[in-house]
């Protein structure tokens, strides 16, 4: 029996003419078939995940696949048993990934690297000549992450730009490898590598997702979990002998996959905590924020 609502991820880069336009519409198709998720649409394509049933979510796909602006995207579905959002939001940007290119911005349509399928990349991860480049968030690294892979140490992926112009002359000569979530951002992430003058770049095609839903590899050489933008934080990848938990929860140190937000709302810090610890921890990422908390509670007391 198939399960009760899918989740859908999608990107395609095309040009659309009038966002808002489409904004407009769109709004009203995902409401007509009761769907909930996020959605970016700008000049240079569309960017979602949406949830819904599978009757919906097949039109939707339906509907995507027919438009002249979306036509030959690809889909990763996923069985659920609920929405995965608690609100439908789509909106208008200019860039449908936020990386903050700017006046460097370009189009992945025209540049972009080679597109390696789940096979190929596993074969060449394990080549010597590789450089892995995880284009990701340090806190979906620290869930999961390729064996090998490199994380820049950067906060955003304007940041990125500098770290590749700094040590680009190390990749030289070498097979560079760009994985994400989905795929996205490592079109324009290989894309500007190339812009760079680097010549052997290539990408995940779809993405860690796809990675782990392919029969072949059955996700080989991923450890931990991937990070997923909704309500299910985190998927399996990995689905050999070889899977492993590589988080910890801060406050035992035991295997932990569950992330927190610190409850004291000026940290709000993600952390690793495991459910015995959250019931002693309440839920702070540590004692500094538990008595931050506390001396508000006090001071607010004290005021009145
Ligand atoms: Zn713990
Ligand atoms: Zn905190």
Not at 27 to 46: A, K, M, S, W
Request: charged share 25%; net charge negative.
């Amino acid at each position: 029996m198939s399960a009760p609502y899918q989740v859908l991820l999608y990107y395609f880069y095309n040009h659309f003419p009038d966002p808002e336009g489409y904004r407009e519409g769109h709004i009203e198709l995902c409401n007509r078939l009761q769907l909930r998720g996020r959605i970016l649409v700008g000049t240079e394509g569309i960017n979602g995940t949406v949830s819904g049933s599978p009757k919906n979510c097949a039109a939707y796909q339906d509907y995507m696949n027919n438009h002249p602006l979306t036509k030959g995207m690809e889909w990763k579905v996923d069985e659920v048993n609920a929405h995965q959002f608690p609100k439908l939001s789509i909106k208008v940007r200019e860039e449908i990934v936020p990386l903050g290119l700017k006046d460097e911005d370009f189009s992945p349509r025209d540049i972009t690297g080679e597109y390696l399928n789940p096979t190929l990349w596993q074969e060449m991860m394990k080549g010597d000549d590789t450089i892995i480049i995880d284009a990701r968030n340090q806190y979906e690294w620290e869930l999961g992450h390729f064996d090998g892979a490199l994380l820049p140490e950067v906060e955003s992926f304007r940041e990125l730009v500098d770290w590749v112009r700094e040590r680009k002359e190390n990749f030289q000569g070498k097979k560079v490898m760009t994985y994400c979530t989905g795929g996205i951002r490592c079109e324009k992430f290989s894309g500007f590598l190339k812009k760079e003058g680097l010549e052997d770049v290539y990408q995940l095609h779809g993405g860690i997702v796809t990675y782990g839903k392919d029969e072949q590899t059955k996700g080989a050489g991923w450890k931990g979990s991937c990070y997923v933008f909704d309500e299910r934080i985190k998927v399996p990848v990995n689905h050999t002998h070889t899977a492993e938990v590589i988080s910890s929860c801060i406050h035992c140190d035991s295997q932990s996959e569950r992330y927190l937000n610190c409850e004291w709302s000026p940290c709000n810090a993600r952390h690793f905590c495991c459910e015995a610890c959250e019931k002693k921890s309440h839920g702070y990422c540590g004692d500094a924020c538990y008595e931050a908390y506390m001396g508000s509670f006090a001071s607010s007391a004290l005021t009145e």
